[in-house]
């Protein structure tokens, strides 16, 4: 790594660093400190994984596509998730889901994630090569079409729990599930791991079909892998908090544009801490300073909105 | 040498190739011809392996397309297909770099630095190397791709349509630059060419191709005839000497106005993005 | 050929006895000639209903012609457009500033609402890149989604989330009866005077250029249009919320079966929006009987399908 790049890697885990730090001490009266501290550090700890996870995981999913203005939410990833969970309580009654041990349902569901988006995605990119905006507006469809299945599940199984499916359509930074919080840092961190190795593949796969293939790159493995981490970091994150749309496209945008270059070596923890970052920014602003703490997921989610259309507008289609 | 037999291909119900049987002599600079829709780039991408094989059998050197780990094939062709711009933030130097992928596999020495050295300065890209991709004209990005097939240090390379989009001054230095690539450094070169007198001027051995087929092949003085080209386009030509090559001349022939436009099967032709 | 109207009209009267049949309380064929209870129910409760949706459906797939030929793109509706949010965020408005304003009031501010926005999306068309045919549904879309989101945040933030749910949740009918449907009446007029002005459309679809060569104002026209699609979409997100996928696919699939003669082909059109609405009712209403499922939900599975097929068939020469 050069060094404007190790630059920016240090500027980033030191605001990182700041900011948790904020977080965790800011106002800390004299009650119950350890207590507090606990319930600090756990929720410190989910918005790094979900911060993490969504920045890496749009960067792979912006390479796999060639494409800057997707996110793995908009072409539908989130929505296969949450089908996959409702589709798994449709099968074993509310009662059965329940009585599964957490983690290893978890685990078997992320396992699960990565194989479906790898296959049915791998499909699509595959199919797509010749047209784009195409694939993008498939993906897009067949995520309303995921969340409309979900939708449908859940009224059939149960027609008066309107609310179930409605709550996990929004993303909700303040409140995310614990317990899962050792599986899904330990797969975020091992997937982010593989994503780093594979990193000097992923700057061929960038490059696109026509350059990577006669430079031996076995591309189509190298896409399904990207692929399926994808998945995996998407579920990972969608667990913890629910779907977040255009957040990722904010990271990967801020990744690209600081980054002083494309090798995936730089973009890849890049784009990991700026995701965690902003979410422990503006969890500490809007929870601490304002008092509010679902409001950031709005706000990022429409900063993203914002930049999608402005990256349309300038014509950054690809 | 490359050695092509019984290789047709179909893109939907389309028949794009017919029963294609050809061998490509080494150190020479091949030239393939022919109107459009012929297959020209289609049977190029086969070679290439950007499209799958699906009848016949392609062989680079006595390496079996079908049967040998891509990673090997890129030991022995480049290609430099017809999108040469990338849109990606990469410095020139870093593209360049890419060309030595097959031979360090991620982690680069002294031989692919210096590999990626002589390739700068071969195309006249050491002024940019710092630049990035999306800094510099359309010429110069062609230019930087074709540094690094260069630097990938094959025997083979195989281009498709690389005058696209090039005036005459740089169409004219990049034939001179692959001319160089065969007579200097003793590689091979094969390059599609819609405008036939650019393989006049530079071509060894030209194939020309029509409806999917190879209707001529041999030395450019052989093929660029008369009656094969007038037959190959279905337009009359005249070949006329200069500089000691051929030089294929259209008359401007005003009794034939009101020719219907030719039957190209442009609907059979692969749309590549 | 001559045959296809007449099994259409059949297809479409047997829907409507259906409707009429169907519901929590049995009622036979005898009904209307009954006394009491039962010509009560069929009289305030069913047959409401089964207007609402055959107004609903024509007048949403006509509004989708209308745009079609406003952005001259085949794969964008008015619900997709941004339109049914602005109207919503119009609404939360003119309910949050003036409660007590009457209801001629609210729903025309909702209208002007829905025009601003669809004036939006018309202008970020207008900047995408001209040959990119799919990034106008994306941009839609993306839109719809932010807009979505500041009336779901303005509303949270004045405890009026229950209020606006209805707009923005799935679309559906079970709340219909005599009295509270009649402004749809005013959105099936709107798709009337669409009809009145289908020559121009069509011209306009044709490009500007041919437009005024003919000596169209087409600023004239285009306002028309507008005016047209966000009445219809104020009217029917307000009265039964978001019903998905009418507006996109009910034209391209007339489209493709009669062309693109849009005097002749809107009443087809009409009655194919009526039809394929009245048909997703109908099944949302006995899937789980005797519950529902909205209909909206329905249209996300079945419209999503519909619209994916449309996005790959194979062209329609030859």
């Known amino acids: ?318 | 040498m490359i050695r092509i037999t019984g290789v047709s291909h179909r893109i939907g119900s389309a028949a794009i190739l017919h029963d294609i049987d050809l061998t490509l002599p080494r150190g020479k600079l091949i030239a393939l011809i022919g109107p459009n829709g012929a297959g020209k780039s289609t049977l190029l991408r086969l070679v290439a392996r950007l499209e799958p094989l699906q009848q016949g059998r392609i062989e680079v050197d006595g390496l079996d397309l079908a049967a040998t780990p891509t990673e090997r094939l890129a030991l022995a062709m480049a290609v430099m297909g017809q999108q040469t711009h990338i849109a990606s933030r990469l410095r020139v130097a870093e593209l360049v770099g890419f060309g030595r992928w097959p031979h360090h596999r991620g982690r680069p020495g002294a031989a692919d630095r210096a590999a990626v050295e002589a390739a700068l300065e071969a195309f006249g890209l050491a002024p940019l190397r710092h630049r990035f991709l999306d800094e510099i004209s359309g010429g110069q990005a062609q230019r930087a791709h074709l540094a690094m097939t260069f630097a990938q240090g094959t025997d083979w390379l195989l281009l498709d349509e690389p005058l696209n989009n090039l005036d005459m001054a740089h169409s004219r230095a990049l034939m001179a630059r692959l001319a160089d690539l065969v007579r200097g450094s003793g590689r091979s070169v094969v390059t599609v060419v819609h405008e036939v007198n650019y393989a006049a001027a530079w071509a060894d051995h030209v194939v020309a191709m029509k409806n999917g087929r190879v209707v001529a092949q041999g030395p450019a003085e052989a093929v660029l005839t008369e009656p094969v080209l007038s037959a190959l386009y279905d337009t009359p030509v005249e070949v006329a000497r200069h500089d000691d090559r051929p030089l294929v001349l259209h008359h401007h022939w005003h009794d034939q106005l009101g020719t219907p436009f030719p039957e190209a099967p442009d609907a059979a032709r692969p749309t590549v993005h | 050929m001559t045959a296809r109207p007449l099994v259409a009209g059949l297809v479409l009267a047997l829907l409507v006895l259906a409707s009429l049949g169907l519901g929590a309380a049995r009622i036979g064929p005898d009904a209307a000639a009954g006394e009491g209870w039962t010509a009560l129910v069929l009289m305030e409760s069913r047959l409401p209903r089964t207007l609402a949706v055959l107004l609903t459906g024509a007048a949403l797939a006509v509004a989708g012609v209308v745009i079609q030929s406003l952005v001259r793109n085949r794969f964008v509706g008015p619900d997709t457009a941004g339109t049914g949010e602005s109207a919503a965020l119009g609404l939360l408005a003119v309910t949050l500033l003036a409660p007590g304003a009457p209801i001629w009031v609210k729903m025309v501010v909702a209208s002007l609402s829905a025009m601003a926005g669809t004036a939006l999306f018309l202008q970020i068309v207008r900047r995408l890149p001209v040959r990119e045919v799919m990034l106008v549904p994306i941009a839609g879309l993306v839109l719809s989604g932010i807009i979505g989101a500041v009336v779901t945040w303005v509303a949270w933030q004045a405890d009026l989330l229950q209020f606006v749910g209805t707009w923005l949740m799935s679309g559906e009918f079970s709340g219909v009866i005599a009295g509270r449907y009649e402004l749809l009446w005013v959105a099936g007029a709107a798709a009337g005077l669409a009809w009145f002005a289908a020559d121009r459309f069509a011209i306009l679809s044709l490009g500007d250029e041919v437009a005024t060569g003919l000596g169209l104002s087409t600023r004239g026209v285009m306002r028309l249009g507008m005016v047209v699609v966000s009445v219809v979409s104020a009217m029917v997100v307000t009265t039964v919320g978001m019903i998905p996928f009418v507006g996109l696919v009910v034209p391209n699939i007339v489209a493709r079966i009669m062309g693109d003669n849009l005097r002749a082909s809107i009443p087809v059109v009409a009655a194919g929006g009526a039809g394929l609405l009245l048909a997703c009712d109908l099944l949302g209403r006995i899937v789980r009987h005797p519950y529902e499922i909205p209909v909206g939900t329905i249209l996300g599975v079945v419209g999503s399908g519909i619209f994916l097929w449309l996005l790959y068939r194979p062209p329609a020469h030859g």
């Open chain 1, 1 to 318: 790594m050069d060094r404007p790049a190790l630059r920016l890697i240090a500027a980033l885990l030191g605001l990182l660093g700041a900011a948790s730090l904020v977080w965790m001490f800011q106002g800390l009266g004299g009650g119950n400190r350890a207590f507090i501290l606990q319930l600090r550090g756990t929720k410190l700890a989910g918005l790094v994984v979900v911060g993490a996870a969504t920045g890496i995981a749009t960067v792979l999913f912006q390479t796999a596509a060639a494409n800057r203005v997707l996110t793995p939410s908009i072409m539908g990833f989130d929505a296969l998730y949450v089908l996959l969970q409702t589709g798994l309580v449709a099968a074993l009654g509310v009662a059965g889901f329940a009585a599964l041990p957490a983690a290893p349902t978890f685990l078997a569901e992320v396992a699960a994630m990565s194989l479906l988006a790898a296959g049915l995605f791998g499909t699509l990119l595959g199919q797509g090569a010749r047209d784009i905006p195409r694939m993008i507006l498939t993906g897009v469809i067949l995520g309303v079409m995921f969340r409309a299945l979900s939708g449908f599940l859940a009224r059939v199984m149960d027609p008066n729990a309107f609310a179930t499916v409605q709550a996990a359509s929004i993303a909700s930074f303040g409140s995310l599930d614990a317990a899962l919080l050792p599986a899904a840092g330990a797969i975020a961190g091992l997937c982010t791991g593989a994503a780093l190795w594979m990193a000097p593949r992923l700057d061929l796969l960038a490059l696109g079909r026509e350059v990577a293939i006669p430079l031996g790159l076995r591309f189509d493995r190298v896409m399904l892998a990207t692929l399926g981490l994808v998945g995996m970091l998407v579920a990972v994150s969608t667990a913890l908090v629910g779907p977040v749309a255009f957040f990722g496209l904010l990271v990967a945008g801020l990744a690209h544009g600081l980054a002083p270059s494309a090798r995936h070596a730089v973009l890849l923890p890049a784009a990991g801490l700026i995701g965690a970052a902003i979410l422990v920014v503006g969890q500490t602003l809007f929870e601490r300073l304002m008092g509010q703490t679902a409001t950031l997921s709005v706000v990022v989610e429409f900063a993203g909105g914002l930049f999608f259309l402005f990256l349309l507008l300038k014509g950054r289609v690809r």
